[in-house]
């Protein structure tokens, strides 16, 4: 439980349990106070924890070791060795063009894309190999490849019953 939580408006201290809200429910506050700073002007960003939340989703589908976050060019190792890549992005205006953070290694097996809707569900899941990543054109400002997420539904395979098992499961077993 968070107690150090205070409003200014308040003469006593409030606190707010956290621990009793879901992973998705913790994503919306997330959402909803980013909006709000962004709003006032204080934050230019919307940088989220999706990212880390991916990695445990493929983690929790796949089994395996989830890597430090220095581990260079993959997230997972899975039971049978395989390096596995986790990319994400919430649903956004640009649609299939958005493009997913940038690769600037293939040193691994497959990469697997999550896509969440603007209430934090698992729309769309898609595994990539490696190989075909590497086909994909360099682009010169981010120093990587960088994929739409159009190129991601060409060549991936959809694995989005998996993830969205996994995420379920996550979100009952994280209150």
Do not use: C
């Not at 919306?28 to 002007?41: F, K, T, V």
């Not at 049978?80 to 691994?108: N, Y």
């Amino acid at each position: 439980m968070f107690t150090d939580y205070t409003s200014s408006k308040d003469t006593d201290r409030r606190p707010v349990d956290l621990t009793a809200l879901g992973v998705q429910d913790l994503l919306r506050l997330d959402a909803a106070i980013i909006a709000e700073l962004r709003r006032r002007g204080l934050v230019r960003t919307s940088n989220k924890p999706l990212g880390d939340v991916a990695e445990a989703v493929v983690h929790a589908a796949r089994g395996g070791v989830l890597e430090p976050n220095s581990t260079r060019s993959h997230d997972i190792t899975a039971p049978g060795g395989q390096r596995i890549q986790v990319k994400a992005m919430g649903v956004r205006s640009a649609g299939t063009a958005a493009k997913f953070s940038a690769f600037r290694s293939t040193d691994f097996t497959t990469a697997v894309f999550l896509v969440f809707d603007l209430d934090f569900q698992l729309i769309e899941a898609r595994e990539v190999d490696a190989a075909d990543i590497e086909q994909t054109k360099v682009v010169a400002h981010v120093n990587g490849r960088q994929p739409t997420l159009r190129w991601v539904r060409s060549v991936g395979t959809d694995v989005t019953a998996e993830m969205q098992a996994a995420w379920t499961r996550i979100n009952e077993t994280s209150t």
